[in-house]
């Protein structure tokens, strides 16, 4: 670990007081197009974060500006199924809260279990459910943790670029495996459009911090026995860099229109 590296770090951030941040997933891109870096950190240096362990996820963080609006990038992320306790999944989070980020852009790969939803889609998070313990599927779900006027945005920026970005409900489960058909056809039974191994803990932590949240999945895959053949990392990881380039014109729109109103 190198204290200087993050205190050079820290003193970009206090310079450029960024107050939006994005947390980049599972093969989603370096950095969007257009940011303009003025300082970067591997997580490894960051007093109490840890390095990510799958392939595909680098753990670097990044300060800027995109489109004229500055910016914090997370390139990475901490998953629960690598075995890290929820403190660590929730870190980055704490430590944007801790500069003063406002806004958090979650996005991450996931599997579709809408049947519009295909490799290289894009999903918005009209909401999720945080099924990563035990008997969660038994409470009752809270009010979504995501931004209605941030989703509207979006949505609506990506219509006037003739595309359309459809608002679903994403599942978070454990992993670290893939799920059955079984699970699957159980989890479109519950109506759910979406499922992954992340964002929704980061996402009520920024909730909890008073920070507004958008999320964006990338799919890199239908679900489990909704396509021929099995899935595996190598199809996830391959198909998820697919839609980098829209990824980084929807963050670029978003940002250049900033601060969006509540
Ligand atoms: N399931 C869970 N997580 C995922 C998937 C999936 O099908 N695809 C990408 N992340």
């Known amino acids: ?138 409470e009752t779900p809270p009010p979504s943790p995501y931004d209605p006027e941030l989703i509207q945005t979006v949505v609506a920026n990506e219509a006037r670029r003739g595309r359309k970005l459809l608002a679903g409900i994403y599942t978070a489960l454990t992993g670290p495996c893939y799920e059955t058909p079984a699970e699957i056809r159980a989890l479109q039974q519950c109506g759910f459009d979406a499922v992954g191994m992340s964002t929704a803990f980061e996402a009520l932590t920024a909730r909890r911090l008073g920070m507004r949240v958008l999320a964006i999945s990338s799919i890199t895959n239908k679900a489990a026995g909704l396509s021929d053949g099995p899935l595996n990392h190598e199809e996830v990881l391959a198909n998820a860099t697919r839609p980098a380039e829209r990824m980084s014109e929807i963050l670029g729109d978003l940002l250049g229109k900033w601060p969006i109103p509540e």
């Open 1 to 138: 670990m190198s204290e200087s590296r993050f205190g050079e770090f820290e003193e970009a951030v206090r310079r450029l007081q960024p107050t939006v941040a994005v947390v980049l997933g599972s093969g989603l891109g370096a950095v969007p197009h257009g940011f303009a870096e003025a300082a970067a950190v591997e997580f490894g240096d960051v007093p109490g974060m840890v390095a990510p362990t799958v392939a595909g996820h680098s753990g670097t963080i990044r300060v800027g500006a995109l489109n004229g609006t500055p910016l914090l990038v997370f390139r990475g992320r901490l998953h629960f199924y690598e075995g890290h306790a929820w403190e660590q999944v929730a870190k980055p989070v704490e430590l944007a809260a801790g500069w003063g980020i406002r806004t958090l852009i979650l996005t991450n790969a996931a599997g579709g279990i809408h049947p519009e939803l295909n490799p290289g889609d894009l999903m918005v998070l009209s909401d999720h459910r945080f099924w990563q313990r035990i008997d969660s599927w038994k």
